[in-house]
């Protein structure tokens, strides 16, 4: 079914969810709410997922040697052969993919989303830097120009002294970004920010900032309309990160008073204002321990930690985004103060005691926490498998009070309420960041785990303390699911199994919707790399990035020699003692699975 353009201004009626997981899930939540139709894709092994049974229709993504959910091409031709109107983009994928944008436009449909132009100016971090200092907004030190090569950075570098950030200029989420502390760590720092930024946003283009040892990271959700109106909400305290990716958010920031919020919105408001901004989007600053705050960058999307606006506003943003697209003006004006206080703590598939390892695998139980002022994003159940080949995101819990200590005391009781078996989790870390003094004080900067290394231990502690328990017995359902497709499209038939293990006949009308298969066997969770002393393993499944010693090489213990990306997170495998390189097991580009051999060290003489 061919698609026809939507009148300016006249009601959405079917969104294709350009996504998969819980921001999937979500968007369509919303959809169901304001009487919209939602359409879901999926990719291999996906026929199952939550968001694809919450939808009323869902296509396959055409296979392909790369991640399906950034097929251009095959996102708007299935949006206009399934009657959408309109398409949101979630966050992640092609969410600020400017060519993406302008070819759901040129299909006639409606982007859920700022202009191809503005994605384009304020996604190149170059430009949005300039945009930002003529819009009269601070900006860290940094270079003017994209910088062509690690000479060149060095000379900077040499004239404005370190440590000093490389960040890919199409980057975001921590991708393409490295931190050289000397210049002999400047070109192995460049050479990773440029390489990782051309793997994820297929621009190898970086630049320069001065990095600031112990900044905060506050960011500000803005909102702007067809009608000219901008309006920015409370900010939100995204803080303790590893990697530089975000691991626990709040709103409001214990940093932040009256009058400085005042300053980051009028700020943000007048970012907004100068690149005409329709939409949802988010400005983020670096908070210097001096007051002065500094523009980092503009997502040009919903935030994964949009939930905590939510929860302190009150407002159900993904909704208002639609109804922005449709053409109506916001439905809150400027001058919104935080009620109460709302913190997240996203739950990955990651064990915090080896390095933030991520670990894919079987939920063998999952049982989510309840209770009033809790609430739980995911897009997971019990059974459903966690893939190597997407984020490591399980669930965002989030947790509201009247203030900062009723919510932390609530976001510690659903944590301990929160039961995930078969993947190790990041529970146990949010569970001993918790209970840090400095973070019960609010006095966090994104050094937090440098600042505060006693916390892994303490999060290996609660593990323990936890210990390992059985996985919950599932009583075998009758009623089954048969997933077939036609032409691409997805239906669902359930089926009633006979004694004989044939199959019995379909059961209803054959809607897509229907029982929840019975849950999967589980496997038991991540092991830790094996190794006899002159083998270096791999501690995670993932695939090869760099390969960096060759046959011959001395190395020295604690020594980077490979880079192994699982579930999109690059794992550094370091020696474990000094040595000559016997062989190397692998090759770029190479799959291997935990504990494969990496690289063999001569035996000791």
Same mark, same amino acid.
């Given at each position: 079914?061919?698609?026809?353009?939507?009148?300016?201004?006249?009601?959405?009626?079917?969104?294709?969810?350009?996504?998969?997981?819980?921001?999937?899930?979500?968007?369509?939540?919303?959809?169901? +709410?304001?009487?919209? *139709?939602?359409?879901?894709?999926?990719?291999?092994?996906?026929?199952?997922?939550?968001?694809?049974?919450?939808?009323?229709?869902?296509?396959?993504?055409?296979?392909?040697?790369?991640?399906?959910?950034?097929?251009?091409?095959?996102?708007?031709?299935?949006?206009?052969?399934?009657?959408?109107?309109?398409?949101?983009?979630?966050? @992640?994928?092609?969410?600020?993919?400017a060519r993406f944008a302008r070819a759901v436009g040129d299909a006639g449909l409606t982007f859920i989303g700022p202009s191809p132009d503005v994605i384009a100016a304020m996604g190149d971090k170059v430009?949005?830097?300039?945009?930002?200092?003529?819009?009269?907004?601070?900006?860290?030190?940094?270079? +003017?120009?994209?910088?062509?090569?690690? +000479?060149?950075?060095?000379? %900077?570098?040499?004239?404005?002294?370190?440590?000093?950030?490389?960040? *890919?200029?199409?980057?975001?989420?921590?991708?393409?970004?490295? $931190?050289?502390?000397?210049?002999?760590?400047?070109?192995?720092?460049?050479?990773?920010?440029?390489?990782?930024?051309? /793997?994820?946003?297929?621009?190898?283009?970086?630049?320069?900032?001065?990095?600031?040892?112990?900044?905060?990271?506050?960011?500000?959700?803005?909102?702007?309309?067809?009608?000219?109106?901008?309006?920015?909400?409370?900010?939100?305290?995204?803080?303790?990160?590893?990697?530089?990716?975000?691991?626990?958010?709040?709103?409001?920031?214990?940093?932040?008073? *009256? +009058?400085?919020? !005042?300053?980051?919105?009028?700020?943000?408001?007048?970012?907004?204002?100068?690149?005409?901004?329709?939409? !949802?989007?988010?400005?983020?600053?670096?908070?210097?321990?001096?007051?002065?705050?500094?523009?980092?960058? &503009?997502?040009?999307?919903?935030?994964?930690?949009?939930?905590?606006?939510?929860?302190?506003?009150?407002?159900?943003?993904?909704?208002?985004?639609?109804?922005?697209?449709?053409?109506?003006?916001?439905?809150?004006?400027?001058?919104?103060?935080?009620?109460? %206080?709302?913190?997240?703590?996203?739950?990955?598939?990651?064990?915090?005691?080896?390095?933030?390892?991520?670990?894919?695998?079987?939920?063998?139980?999952?049982?989510?926490?309840?209770?009033?002022?809790?609430?739980?994003?995911?897009?997971?159940?019990?059974?459903?498998?966690?893939?190597?080949?997407?984020?490591?995101?399980?669930?965002?819990?989030?947790? %509201?009070?009247?203030?900062?200590?009723?919510?932390?005391?609530?976001?510690?009781?659903?944590?301990?309420?929160?039961?995930?078996?078969?993947?190790?989790?990041?529970?146990?870390?949010?569970?001993?960041?918790?209970?840090?003094?400095?973070?019960? /004080?609010?006095?966090?900067?994104?050094?937090?785990?440098?600042?505060?290394?006693?916390?892994?231990?303490?999060?290996?502690?609660? !593990?323990?303390?936890?210990?390992?328990?059985?996985?919950?017995?599932?009583?075998?359902?009758?009623?089954?699911?048969?997933?077939?497709?036609?032409?691409?499209?997805?239906?669902?038939?359930?089926?009633?199994?006979?004694?004989?293990?044939? $199959?019995?006949?379909?059961?209803?009308?054959?809607?897509?919707?229907?029982?929840?298969?019975?849950?999967?066997?589980?496997?038991?969770?991540?092991?830790?790399?094996?190794?006899? @002393?002159?083998?270096?393993?791999?501690?995670?499944?993932?695939?090869?990035?760099?390969?960096?010693?060759?046959?011959?090489?001395?190395?020295? *213990?604690?020594?980077?020699?490979?880079?192994?990306?699982? &579930?999109? &997170?690059?794992?550094?495998?370091?020696?474990?003692?000094?040595?000559?390189?016997?062989?190397?097991?692998?090759?770029?580009?190479?799959?291997?699975?935990? @504990?494969?051999?990496?690289?063999?060290?001569?035996?000791?003489?």
């Amino acid at each position: 079914m061919d698609s026809l353009p939507r009148a300016a201004g006249s009601p959405i009626q079917r969104v294709l969810v350009a996504n998969r997981g819980e921001i999937a899930l979500r968007i369509i939540r919303a959809c169901h +709410e304001l009487g919209v *139709a939602a359409v879901a894709v999926y990719g291999p092994g996906e026929e199952r997922a939550q968001h694809v049974l919450a939808a009323d229709d869902a296509y396959r993504l055409p296979d392909a040697s790369g991640i399906p959910y950034l097929d251009i091409d095959a996102l708007v031709g299935i949006a206009q052969r399934s009657g959408a109107d309109a398409v949101h983009p979630g966050y @992640g994928f092609l969410a600020e993919n400017a060519r993406f944008a302008r070819a759901v436009g040129d299909a006639g449909l409606t982007f859920i989303g700022p202009s191809p132009d503005v994605i384009a100016a304020m996604g190149d971090k170059v430009e949005a830097r300039r945009v930002a200092i003529e819009a009269g907004v601070p900006v860290v030190p940094g270079t +003017e120009d994209p910088v062509p090569d690690a +000479e060149a950075a060095l000379a %900077w570098a040499g004239i404005h002294g370190y440590p000093v950030a490389v960040k *890919a200029a199409g980057g975001g989420g921590g991708r393409g970004f490295r $931190v050289a502390h000397s210049l002999q760590e400047l070109p192995e720092a460049f050479a990773g920010s440029r390489g990782e930024a051309e /793997r994820y946003f297929s621009n190898p283009v970086v630049y320069l900032e001065r990095y600031l040892e112990r900044p905060r990271h506050i960011e500000v959700q803005v909102f702007g309309d067809t009608h000219g109106t901008v309006v920015a909400l409370p900010e939100r305290d995204c803080s303790v990160q590893r990697r530089h990716q975000k691991l626990i958010e709040e709103s409001p920031s214990p940093a932040v008073t *009256a +009058e400085l919020r !005042a300053h980051l919105q009028e700020a943000t408001v007048a970012l907004g204002h100068r690149v005409g901004y329709v939409g !949802a989007g988010t400005v983020e600053y670096l908070l210097d321990t001096d007051g002065s705050f500094y523009f980092l960058e &503009m997502n040009t999307r919903i935030q994964v930690e949009h939930t905590v606006t939510e929860m302190v506003t009150g407002i159900d943003l993904v909704a208002e985004q639609i109804r922005v697209a449709e053409g109506h003006p916001l439905s809150f004006g400027a001058g919104i103060q935080p009620n109460g %206080w709302a913190i997240e703590a996203r739950i990955n598939a990651e064990d915090a005691t080896r390095g933030f390892a991520p670990a894919p695998g079987t939920l063998s139980t999952y049982r989510e926490p309840a209770g009033f002022g809790v609430r739980v994003d995911a897009a997971f159940v019990q059974g459903d498998t966690i893939p190597a080949a997407y984020d490591s995101m399980i669930a965002k819990l989030v947790a %509201w009070g009247r203030d900062r200590n009723e919510a932390l005391r609530r976001l510690e009781r659903a944590l301990r309420d929160f039961r995930i078996e078969g993947v190790p989790t990041t529970i146990p870390f949010h569970r001993a960041v918790l209970v840090d003094p400095a973070f019960a /004080r609010g006095e966090v900067f994104t050094t937090f785990l440098t600042d505060h290394p006693d916390v892994i231990e303490r999060a290996r502690e609660v !593990a323990s303390d936890i210990g390992p328990t059985s996985a919950a017995e599932t009583e075998e359902l009758e009623r089954s699911q048969l997933v077939v497709e036609v032409g691409g499209r997805r239906f669902a038939v359930d089926v009633l199994a006979s004694p004989n293990g044939g $199959v019995a006949a379909p059961v209803g009308n054959g809607a897509r919707r229907g029982q929840r298969p019975a849950p999967r066997k589980a496997g038991g969770p991540a092991s830790r790399a094996a190794g006899d @002393g002159n083998t270096i393993a791999s501690g995670v499944q993932g695939t090869v990035m760099r390969v960096t010693v060759a046959p011959g090489e001395q190395v020295e *213990a604690g020594q980077v020699v490979a880079v192994v990306e699982a &579930m999109k &997170m690059e794992n550094e495998v370091a020696s474990s003692r000094a040595g000559t390189v016997a062989s190397v097991e692998v090759t770029v580009g190479e799959s291997v699975s935990v @504990g494969a051999p990496i690289v063999r060290l001569d035996a000791p003489a």
